[in-house]
């Protein structure tokens, strides 16, 4: 019997030592995108914003305790992840769209366009508290969706010339060498950087918007088939599963699945409307 219990004991300790993770997301309440949190596992749910207007993307700080909200109203605030407090980043700049936190919290990476065109946007460069503005890529057309590596060096990012083909490219920060990762194969969105390099992101070249990886030797794997829009990608902690968005089940929620294309299921509840989930690794928090 003792033998029995400290089994299950055992058991239990590695189930939840192994879920370090936590899921910062946007949920829709009240009429507006809101951040919330929840468990890797979908428990846990606890709204972070409650301030009057949509929020675009979020990301988080190395520590957990805060995140960087992007609004849709072109603001970028941090806010405190226990209370919700925001705290506006202060620049000469307005206007920014997708930005996201380097993995140091030392800089931030957004998308901007200084001509006032929708079309006409590029990946700029900002220190954490909103100096040293720089401008990282100087390509005509429409360039946003940044998302860093894990070590920092290079920001991938969306490029589309206005037509149907929509690639996947990528940015050396300190020598802002411009790289073309896919060569029209229609549209590429949401783009995440694995720790090993793997990317994962969606795409509709299939004919529906599903989830696809592409690992560092360059091959490409579909892990979605469904008629949903799939999208928005980010990667657990130990690269084997992905967090998507899905509008499978006729409601945007929030699901995992495994990178081989096993273990899709659906995390928060059907009649939420939720999007964007973005993790935390707890177990590699200072």
Same mark, same amino acid.
């Given at each position: 019997?003792?033998?029995?219990?400290?089994?299950?004991?055992l058991? @239990?300790?590695?189930?939840?030592?192994? &879920?370090?993770?936590?899921?910062?997301?946007?949920?829709?309440?009240?009429?507006?995108?809101?951040? &919330?949190?929840? %468990?890797?596992?979908? *428990?846990?749910?606890?709204p972070?914003?409650?301030?009057?207007g949509?929020?675009?993307?979020?990301s /988080?700080?190395?520590?957990?305790k805060?995140?960087?909200?992007?609004?849709?109203? +072109?603001?970028?605030y941090?806010?405190?992840?226990?209370?919700?407090?925001?705290?506006?980043?202060?620049?000469?700049?307005?206007g920014?769209?997708?930005?996201?936190l380097?993995?140091?919290?030392?800089?931030?990476?957004? %998308?901007?366009?200084?001509?006032?065109s929708?079309?006409d946007?590029?990946? /700029?460069? @900002?220190k954490?508290?909103g100096?040293?503005?720089?401008?990282?890529t100087? @390509?005509?057309w429409?360039?946003?969706?940044p998302?860093?590596?894990?070590?920092?060096?290079?920001?991938?990012?969306? *490029?589309g010339?206005? +037509?149907?083909?929509?690639?996947?490219?990528?940015v050396?920060? *300190?020598?802002?060498?411009?790289e073309?990762l896919?060569?029209?194969?229609?549209?590429?969105?949401?783009?995440?950087?694995?720790?090993d390099?793997?990317?994962?992101f &969606?795409?509709?070249? %299939?004919g529906?918007?599903?989830?696809?990886?592409?690992?560092?030797?360059?091959?490409?794997?579909?892990?979605?088939?469904?008629?949903?829009?799939?999208?928005?990608?980010?990667?657990?902690?130990d690269?084997?599963?992905?967090?998507?968005?899905?509008?499978?089940?006729? &409601?945007?929620?929030?699901?995992?699945? +495994?990178i081989?294309?096993s273990?899709?299921?659906?995390l928060? +509840?059907?009649?939420?409307?939720?999007?964007?989930?973005?993790?935390?690794?707890?177990?590699?928090?200072?």
């Amino acid at each position: 019997m003792m033998i029995t219990t400290i089994a299950c004991q055992l058991t @239990m300790s590695l189930a939840l030592g192994a &879920s370090h993770e936590s899921l910062a997301y946007l949920e829709l309440r009240d009429g507006f995108w809101q951040v &919330s949190i929840m %468990s890797a596992d979908g *428990s846990g749910v606890r709204p972070v914003t409650r301030s009057a207007g949509d929020k675009t993307r979020v990301s /988080w700080y190395p520590d957990g305790k805060r995140l960087l909200v992007n609004g849709a109203d +072109g603001r970028i605030y941090g806010v405190d992840a226990a209370t919700g407090q925001e705290q506006s980043v202060k620049t000469e700049l307005s206007g920014f769209q997708d930005a996201v936190l380097s993995p140091d919290a030392k800089q931030i990476a957004f %998308s901007l366009s200084t001509s006032g065109s929708v079309d006409d946007h590029d990946i /700029w460069l @900002m220190k954490e508290d909103g100096t040293a503005l720089r401008k990282l890529t100087t @390509m005509p057309w429409l360039q946003h969706e940044p998302a860093w590596s894990a070590d920092g060096r290079y920001v991938y990012f969306l *490029s589309g010339n206005g +037509g149907q083909v929509h690639d996947i490219w990528r940015v050396g920060v *300190s020598d802002r060498r411009t790289e073309q990762l896919t060569n029209n194969q229609l549209y590429h969105f949401d783009v995440a950087v694995a720790k090993d390099g793997s990317l994962a992101f &969606s795409s509709n070249r %299939s004919g529906n918007y599903d989830i696809w990886i592409r690992t560092p030797a360059g091959e490409d794997r579909q892990i979605t088939h469904d008629a949903a829009l799939d999208a928005r990608p980010a990667w657990s902690a130990d690269g084997r599963h992905v967090f998507f968005e899905s509008s499978d089940g006729g &409601s945007l929620g929030i699901w995992s699945i +495994g990178i081989d294309g096993s273990d899709r299921k659906r995390l928060t +509840g059907v009649a939420d409307q939720a999007r964007f989930p973005v993790v935390f690794d707890a177990g590699g928090a200072p």
